[in-house]
């Protein structure tokens, strides 16, 4: 039957670890990783979550029983609060639906899935160009069609306002817009609050439908409300819209794949009844695919979520991993100030979260992986979270020997 089947490209980002793992330098540098790295380089796990496992596995009421198809149900209304933020009109008026999902690519994938069998109006998708690699993917083998506006103004390392307002303008109305919530992976780049006021607006205007992706949350600030203050702006002027919210960075649930998809439905007398008939079907689509979630991670999740003592500590490790990339932005562009690099290094500074789009050509990243073996993406992408003290002037020196060049 696969008689004809082609090889598929391998995964760039996997391939791109495998690489990093099997360079023998003792001075390679992953900038690659989309994980977080203590000053050690080495994997962390957070204080707060050491101990909510350790109450996970203690309780003698656990067990490895099923989850409902809806998922845990501490852990998706938690998440919808802390999303929505505590005082929602959206929850209080029963208008939303939340579905634990595997992480934050399950849950993009349960709103493609969505979109593309019970959206009438539209089946196209518009992406930020460029966007997560994984979404292109994630929407068109739902047979959903993407498009994409432009978002990364290549000279100013910043955002494209014109480019993508003048694109959203011009968008069929109806159209589903794909928004990084905060902390815009790959770029970096995220809008302010008044552009966010303005997007908002001819979004209405165009009748285009948000999706978020909030992969970030108070990982890119520190700042749990600040990152989900464009999502909140939305819910607030009334858009039916929908959130893929994902676990892995905030809690550092990577393997465990923690996440929920929610829909929120437009404020109206009809709302809470349209939310029942959303979640009916959103639980056969869950049923299909995994039947029901994973249950160790959105343990975790939700005790954190729940216990007020927890979630304050929760803030302050949130606090760590946000403070420590912020600083090591602070340490590259100091030292490549310092050095004379050509060039203005300022969007290394300006631009949040995890990863940083330098402008360095795909030449220059193949250049300094050969002669540094300091690994990045081929679109110039590092993640903040590969740089600690003692490996950053390593870098910033790197750096200026390639723009010289
Ligand atoms: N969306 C974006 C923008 C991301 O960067 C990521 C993680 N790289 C995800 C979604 C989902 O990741 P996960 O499935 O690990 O939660």
Redesign the pocket.
Same mark, same amino acid.
């Given at each position: 039957a696969f008689e004809s089947i082609q090889m598929a490209p391998t995964d760039p980002l996997f391939g791109l670890m495998a690489a990093f793992r099997a360079d023998s330098s003792d001075k390679k540098v992953d900038l690659g990783i989309?994980a977080y790295r203590d000053d050690n380089a080495k994997p962390w796990i957070l204080p707060v979550v050491k101990k909510a496992d350790e109450i996970v596995r203690n309780d003698p009421a656990n067990n490895n029983e099923y989850l409902p198809i809806a998922g845990l149900a501490s852990l998706t209304s938690a998440a919808a609060k802390l999303v929505l933020g505590g005082d929602s009109s959206a929850l209080k008026e029963k208008r939303v639906a939340s579905f634990q999902t595997?992480?934050? %690519?399950?849950?993009?994938h349960l709103g493609a899935l969505f979109f593309a069998k019970f959206n009438q109006r539209s089946k196209t998708i518009y992406v930020s160009n460029p %966007?997560?690699a994984?979404?292109h993917q994630i929407f068109q083998n739902v047979g959903l069609s993407i498009a994409q506006y432009p978002y990364f103004a290549r000279e100013s390392c910043g955002l494209d306002w014109d480019g993508m307002t003048s694109s959203l303008r011009n968008a069929e109305p109806n159209s589903i817009i794909l928004l990084?919530a905060c902390a815009?992976?790959p770029t970096g780049v995220d809008p302010t609050q008044d552009q966010w006021k303005e997007i908002a607006a001819i979004m209405k205007e165009r009748s285009l439908f948000p999706f978020f992706?909030v992969?970030?949350q108070g990982f890119a600030s520190g700042d749990l409300a600040k990152d989900a203050w464009a999502i909140q702006y939305f819910v607030e002027q009334g858009f039916e819209l929908c959130i893929?919210e994902?676990?892995?960075?905030n809690f550092g649930l990577?393997g465990q794949?923690a996440?929920c998809f929610h829909y929120v439905a437009a404020p109206s007398p009809a709302a809470e009844d349209l939310t029942k008939r959303v979640a009916s079907q959103l639980a056969i689509l869950t049923r299909s695919e995994i039947s029901n979630p994973p249950i160790y991670g959105a343990k975790i999740a939700a005790t954190v979520l729940n216990d007020p003592a927890l979630f304050e500590e929760w803030k302050q490790d949130l606090g760590v991993m946000s403070g420590r990339i912020i600083a090591m932005r602070k340490a590259l562009y100091e030292k490549l100030v310092e050095l004379k690099t050509p060039g203005t290094w300022d969007h290394i500074t300006s631009q949040i979260g995890?990863f940083s789009f330098t402008g360095l050509s795909e030449t220059q990243v193949l250049k300094i992986r050969e002669e540094f073996h300091i690994y990045m993406t081929k679109n110039g992408r590092i993640s903040m979270a590969g740089l600690n003290t003692k490996n950053v002037d390593y870098v910033a020196h790197a750096f200026d020997k390639i723009v010289r060049e």
């Amino acid at each position: 039957a696969f008689e004809s089947i082609q090889m598929a490209p391998t995964d760039p980002l996997f391939g791109l670890m495998a690489a990093f793992r099997a360079d023998s330098s003792d001075k390679k540098v992953d900038l690659g990783i989309g994980a977080y790295r203590d000053d050690n380089a080495k994997p962390w796990i957070l204080p707060v979550v050491k101990k909510a496992d350790e109450i996970v596995r203690n309780d003698p009421a656990n067990n490895n029983e099923y989850l409902p198809i809806a998922g845990l149900a501490s852990l998706t209304s938690a998440a919808a609060k802390l999303v929505l933020g505590g005082d929602s009109s959206a929850l209080k008026e029963k208008r939303v639906a939340s579905f634990q999902t595997i992480s934050g %690519t399950g849950a993009c994938h349960l709103g493609a899935l969505f979109f593309a069998k019970f959206n009438q109006r539209s089946k196209t998708i518009y992406v930020s160009n460029p %966007t997560w690699a994984n979404h292109h993917q994630i929407f068109q083998n739902v047979g959903l069609s993407i498009a994409q506006y432009p978002y990364f103004a290549r000279e100013s390392c910043g955002l494209d306002w014109d480019g993508m307002t003048s694109s959203l303008r011009n968008a069929e109305p109806n159209s589903i817009i794909l928004l990084h919530a905060c902390a815009h992976n790959p770029t970096g780049v995220d809008p302010t609050q008044d552009q966010w006021k303005e997007i908002a607006a001819i979004m209405k205007e165009r009748s285009l439908f948000p999706f978020f992706d909030v992969a970030y949350q108070g990982f890119a600030s520190g700042d749990l409300a600040k990152d989900a203050w464009a999502i909140q702006y939305f819910v607030e002027q009334g858009f039916e819209l929908c959130i893929a919210e994902s676990f892995a960075k905030n809690f550092g649930l990577y393997g465990q794949r923690a996440g929920c998809f929610h829909y929120v439905a437009a404020p109206s007398p009809a709302a809470e009844d349209l939310t029942k008939r959303v979640a009916s079907q959103l639980a056969i689509l869950t049923r299909s695919e995994i039947s029901n979630p994973p249950i160790y991670g959105a343990k975790i999740a939700a005790t954190v979520l729940n216990d007020p003592a927890l979630f304050e500590e929760w803030k302050q490790d949130l606090g760590v991993m946000s403070g420590r990339i912020i600083a090591m932005r602070k340490a590259l562009y100091e030292k490549l100030v310092e050095l004379k690099t050509p060039g203005t290094w300022d969007h290394i500074t300006s631009q949040i979260g995890m990863f940083s789009f330098t402008g360095l050509s795909e030449t220059q990243v193949l250049k300094i992986r050969e002669e540094f073996h300091i690994y990045m993406t081929k679109n110039g992408r590092i993640s903040m979270a590969g740089l600690n003290t003692k490996n950053v002037d390593y870098v910033a020196h790197a750096f200026d020997k390639i723009v010289r060049e």
